[in-house]
């Protein structure tokens, strides 16, 4: 079994984010920025579902501009066998990034593709859903646990109600929930194995996919600054102001 | 179990200044040499932080096309000032009267941090291989009692010491020559000087807190370019410290506060110090409209020539601001630092080369201009030790009038641990709340360093004697860790009447000052897991 991972690169989540003084985005200048954290699960389960002899390869792929490859090279370095860096500058959308991944998809033939549930920079949760109904393949979402029997996943997912079971065929897309695992840490002898490892590097106009945004970004600012709070001497003056004054009950 | 070990020619420990530039000099003289070079933070630069205001000599010689190389270092010092402050007034220091170690006019305004990413950048090109992540958290020794290499933290251990899912054993890295370069009290360069007693016959060391915040601020307000220092108010005449506003480019201000770590008030709070200095009218007007987007602090090394310990030792050298080459009276360390890096890396290829003692290191060390440099500045710092007033004019004398070349050398007497007076004999200090416009509290800034441990590994403040704090130092100095600390790790909490000394060492900004200044030597600062700390961006 050959499985597919897709990594983006996001401002870490230790960073706190900054807007732009004109209102065009957020500050990235000098900002650390990491593989985005439920990738890092994607990752790590590939990781575990070779080790247990289940798979054969393992290529890690990300779409961005040229450092995007680090998240590519951190992949290697914790048991991806090679990489797929599909070099595009600028704000890049999930519908692209999907039709960017069913091209590498259709190129590379895998039998599963494993990304995060969702990005946090854009919070989007959108590429892994779109790439299985552009490929008309099955999805298993905000997966929580994820376990091979003969052609078929059973994979746990976290939703709002609790957590509920499925089965899909394979192949399959599935997106990934922090809870699935703990990634491990990259040792020192795998970065430098890491760094001889292969990166096939392809322009997104070689594959003929529209990225043009189709969104129009108007502005971006920051949430209104939360007011401080008040401290209530009992319950009836707590009660009295949810009533007259938030008219919430 | 026996680790993985892997050979190097050169293992350098820590990614600032003076680390890269032994790395790339060391590249420069015999590519052929095996170098590598490992950093504790999530990234070269995230735990960098200085003022910074740069002077050029150092990098001219390492890398003398660093323009034509689009090095960050752009603003050009066009304007300088000097203020003594009042409580509501200042002075303005004409600067013609100020020592020239204090004229900046070919220095530049950079970020030290992007500067060390650059000259990583560099030093990569030239074939070193540098780990971030990686602390360095032991030293190993040669059946001989040299310095063997060392070892990199285990990952993945729990608060017990525990083995975690993820957990990954450290790695031994063995070299022949390894460099310590951590920085201020870097915790293995302490182990070095006191296993080798490479301070034997010097006096203490000395250090000072500096803190560190950037502000966007109002156009009208900024003129890039512009370096300010002050002097004075909110200390005493007795605590040695002062201020620096440095004007950069994008509309930011570098606005710092460093106190020297010898003052003797259990009761200061060297944050609260900085707080409250920002509401003086003259730096007021300056953030007034802004917006503070950085926040951070770090230890820095004062002690100068008199305190510097020897730099090297079988099988190592200790170099930059683990040794303690910081140019006081300049309030500059990068570019000594970087000297001593140069000096190291021709040191290690000489040695090498013709199989001398790496003891040449002293004579290269005393040959060069950092040590010119830093023998005309020694006397400056325990001159301020009588106060400020009789410092500024010691100063004045020894650095204007004889330029350093005054037939005598003070000496620093006490080490900074020991210079607090018991709490019921100094006065308490009432510091202003902050107003969340212009002066803040603790919570807030630490969250601006982007500070992160993982929460369940073994705690890297270390106590001695776990009592200690409550049974003593509390009752003695009123607990003081609770003030110097500038990320608020030490907190004294009292639970149903009890009084429990509590560390929450996940907002550590790895600045050392506890290290350094607890009165008894208790708290011992050690690694934590690799990554951890700050993520500190252009400071």
């Known amino acids: 079994m050959k499985i597919l991972v897709a990594v983006k690169r996001v401002i870490d989540y230790n960073v706190q984010v900054r807007v732009k003084e004109d209102g065009t985005g957020v500050v990235t200048d000098n900002v650390k920025m990491s593989t985005n954290p439920p990738d890092d699960n994607a990752v790590e389960e590939a990781v575990k579902i070779k080790e247990s002899g289940k798979a054969k390869e393992i290529v890690a792929v990300t779409v961005g501009e ?137 322009n997104a106009s070689d594959l003929g996919v529209d990225t043009k945004q189709r969104i129009e970004q108007i502005k971006v600012e920051e949430p209104p600054k939360r007011k401080a709070g008040i401290k209530v001497a009992n319950v009836a003056e707590l009660v009295q102001k949810l009533k007259n004054e938030a008219k919430v009950i | 179990m026996s680790r993985e070990v892997m050979e190097y020619d050169v293992v350098i420990v820590g990614g600032g200044p003076s680390g890269l530039t032994t790395a790339i000099k060391i590249k420069q003289l015999d590519a052929n040499l095996n170098v590598c070079l490992l950093e504790k933070a999530s990234e070269i630069g995230a735990h960098i932080l200085s003022g910074n205001v740069f002077e050029t000599r150092a990098l001219d010689e390492l890398i003398p096309n660093w323009k034509d190389l689009n090095a960050p270092v752009k603003t050009k010092v066009n304007k300088e000032k000097f203020l003594f402050l009042g409580k509501s007034k200042s002075l303005n220091w004409p600067t013609w009267l100020l020592p020239s170690v204090q004229k900046n006019h070919n220095n530049y305004i950079i970020s030290l941090a992007n500067l060390c990413r650059w000259l990583a950048e560099q030093a990569e090109a030239l074939g070193v291989e540098i780990f971030p992540g990686f602390p360095a958290s032991e030293i190993l020794y040669n059946e001989d009692g040299s310095v063997k290499g060392i070892a990199t933290q285990d990952m993945g251990l729990d608060k017990e010491g525990n083995k975690k899912d993820s957990y990954e054993q450290g790695m031994e890295l063995h070299a022949k020559v390894t460099v310590f370069a951590e920085g201020c009290r870097g915790h293995l360069g302490k182990k070095l000087i006191e296993k080798f007693e490479l301070d034997k016959g010097k006096d203490p060391q000395q250090y000072g807190i500096g803190f560190k915040e950037i502000w966007e601020i109002k156009e009208e307000n900024h003129h890039e370019g512009l370096v300010m220092h002050t002097a004075g108010w909110p200390l005493d005449n007795k605590t040695y410290g002062g201020s620096f506003v440095y004007h950069a480019e994008n509309k930011q201000v570098f606005l710092g506060y460093v106190i020297g770590l010898d003052y003797k008030n259990p009761y200061l709070s060297p944050f609260d110090e900085f707080q409250r200095f920002k509401t003086h009218p003259s730096i007021k007007s300056i953030i007034e409209g802004g917006k503070r987007i950085s926040y951070g602090a770090r230890a820095l090394i004062e002690g100068g020539l008199q305190s510097l310990p020897k730099m090297h030792m079988p099988g190592a050298l200790l170099i930059g601001c683990d040794a303690g080459t910081l140019n006081m009276p300049k309030i500059k360390g990068s570019h000594t630092a970087m000297k001593s890096g140069i000096i190291a890396a021709e040191t290690i290829v000489e040695s090498l080369k013709e199989n001398k003692n790496l003891s040449i290191y002293e004579d290269k060390f005393k040959k060069s201009w950092v040590y010119k440099e830093l023998h005309a500045a020694r006397n400056v710092k325990p001159s301020f030790s009588w106060g400020l007033v009789l410092g500024i004019i010691f100063t004045g004398i020894d650095q204007i009038l004889f330029r350093g070349k005054l037939p005598f050398t003070l000496k620093h007497k006490h080490a900074d641990h020991e210079t607090l ?114 993520k500190y961006g252009n400071m």
């Open chain 1, 66 to 202: 040229e450092k995007a490859q680090e998240t590519v090279r951190k992949a290697l370095a914790v048991g991806a066998d090679r990489g797929v860096h599909i070099k595009v500058d600028g704000i890049i959308e999930p519908l692209a990034v999907s039709k960017i991944l069913q091209k590498i998809v259709e190129k590379e033939k895998p039998d599963l593709v494993f990304m995060g549930k969702q990005a946090i920079d854009d919070d989007c949760n959108q590429t892994g859903q779109m790439l299985s109904a552009l490929m008309n393949w099955p999805q298993a979402t905000f997966a929580s646990k994820i376990e091979i029997k003969e052609n078929k996943l059973e994979v746990i997912r976290e939703v709002d109600e609790g957590l509920e079971t499925i089965e899909v065929n394979i192949p399959a897309v599935v997106t990934c929930d922090l809870r699935l695992n703990e990634p491990r840490y990259a040792s020192l002898p795998n970065i430098m194995k890491a760094k001889k490892k292969p990166i096939e590097q392809i």
């Open chain 2, 421 to 534: 007076k018991p709490a019921n004999v100094m006065p308490k200090i009432d510091y202003p709340k902050p107003d969340n416009v212009i002066t803040f509290d603790k919570t807030s800034s630490v969250y601006l360093t982007g500070t992160n441990h993982t929460e369940n590994q073994p705690v890297h403040l270390q106590l001695k004697d776990k009592d200690l704090p409550i049974k003593y130092t509390l009752e003695k100095f009123a607990e003081p860790a609770q003030r110097y600390c500038p990320v608020g790790v030490y907190e004294i909490q009292n639970e149903n009447n009890l009084e429990k000394f509590v560390i929450n060492s996940q907002n550590c900004i790895h600045c050392k000052t506890c290290d350094i200044k607890e009165p008894s030597q208790n708290i011992t600062w050690v690694t934590p897991e690799g990554g951890g700390g700050p």
